[in-house]
């Protein structure tokens, strides 16, 4: 497991709304987890069996069921959309909105608000589909899928090539956590090595979809290459080596 805590935003200063598109995705997650029968804080679903009902039927109805998604059923194409803001519990949610606000308010910057936007959903919905089509027929394939991760993973693999240079402060378990300072390629490589390895593992387990994190961090990558490597590829934000602001 790998997790970072920060990285440069000081690029984003001086701009007159900053990243408006991330901001509002983190937003509009939190808020629907929070009115959801997953955060146990609306009464409206009541306690006990009541809640867990409310909670499998919330997941069934917005996230991706492989098996309905390829068979096309009502509704299914829509899902890979909806799953991207539904979560399956606290740290769940946490943990990708952590990784959404380090990593996507400097591509947001770079790409602009509109294409930030239609990027996030566009890759997220081929993340969820690659899963889709692999899982359909497999013995999962009838469970629901739900999460971020996969744009998210998008998100990474676009920051990998647009800023490769700039330092990100991680924790590494096998280092005893401690926070240590390594260039965004270090870091963002040696997370989709592990993705990778899990995926080829096959240890895909309840919440955990490796494989839409590989689909999602290389059709990201992808994008950046092709939209940026004509010159407009920032190897080094002025702001991204000096005065790391964190979560």
Same mark, same amino acid.
């Given at each position: 497991?790998?997790?970072?805590?920060? +990285?440069?935003?000081?690029?984003?200063?001086? @701009?007159?709304?900053?990243?408006?598109?991330?901001?509002?995705?983190?937003?509009?997650?939190?808020?629907?987890?929070?009115?959801?029968?997953?955060?146990?804080?609306?009464?409206?679903?009541?306690?006990?069996?009541?809640?867990?009902?409310?909670?499998?039927?919330?997941?069934?109805?917005?996230g991706v069921v492989p098996? *309905?998604?390829?068979?096309?059923?009502?509704?299914?194409?829509?899902?890979?959309? +909806?799953?991207?803001?539904?979560?399956?519990?606290?740290?769940?949610?946490?943990?990708?909105m952590l990784f959404l606000?380090?990593?996507? =308010?400097?591509? *947001?910057?770079?790409?602009?608000?509109?294409?930030?936007?239609?990027?996030?959903?566009? +890759?997220?919905?081929?993340?969820?589909?690659?899963?889709?089509?692999?899982?359909?027929?497999? =013995?999962?394939?009838?469970? @629901?899928?739900?999460?971020?991760?996969?744009?998210?993973? =998008?998100?990474?693999?676009?920051?990998?090539?647009?800023?490769?240079?700039?330092?990100?402060?991680?924790?590494?378990?096998?280092?005893?956590?401690?926070?240590?300072?390594?260039?965004?390629?270090?870091?963002?490589?040696?997370?989709? @090595?592990?993705?990778?390895?899990?995926?080829?593992?096959? +240890?895909?387990?309840? /919440?955990?979809?490796?494989?839409?994190?590989?689909? /999602?961090?290389?059709?990201?990558?992808?994008? =950046?290459?092709?939209?940026?490597?004509?010159?407009?590829?920032?190897?080094?934000p002025a702001a991204a080596? *000096?005065?790391?602001?964190?979560?």
């Amino acid at each position: 497991m790998i997790e970072w805590r920060g +990285t440069a935003l000081g690029a984003l200063r001086g @701009t007159r709304t900053g990243p408006a598109v991330t901001y509002g995705l983190i937003a509009a997650c939190c808020l629907l987890f929070i009115v959801s029968p997953v955060s146990g804080l609306n009464p409206a679903y009541g306690t006990g069996d009541e809640v867990l009902a409310a909670q499998s039927a919330y997941f069934h109805r917005w996230g991706v069921v492989p098996a *309905e998604l390829m068979r096309g059923g009502s509704g299914a194409l829509l899902t890979p959309f +909806t799953a991207l803001f539904v979560h399956g519990g606290w740290l769940h949610l946490l943990g990708n909105m952590l990784f959404l606000w380090v990593f996507g =308010a400097m591509a *947001e910057e770079r790409m602009g608000h509109v294409e930030f936007a239609l990027f996030y959903l566009g +890759t997220g919905y081929v993340a969820l589909l690659g899963y889709a089509v692999v899982h359909a027929d497999q =013995a999962d394939g009838e469970q @629901t899928l739900v999460g971020a991760s996969g744009a998210i993973s =998008a998100v990474l693999g676009a920051f990998l090539f647009l800023f490769p240079r700039s330092r990100v402060t991680s924790l590494f378990p096998f280092l005893f956590f401690l926070p240590l300072r390594f260039p965004a390629w270090i870091v963002l490589v040696f997370w989709f @090595t592990l993705q990778w390895l899990a995926a080829r593992a096959a +240890t895909e387990g309840p /919440g955990v979809a490796y494989l839409a994190h590989v689909v /999602g961090f290389s059709v990201g990558f992808l994008y =950046a290459w092709v939209r940026f490597r004509g010159g407009d590829r920032v190897k080094t934000p002025a702001a991204a080596t *000096e005065g790391d602001s964190q979560p």
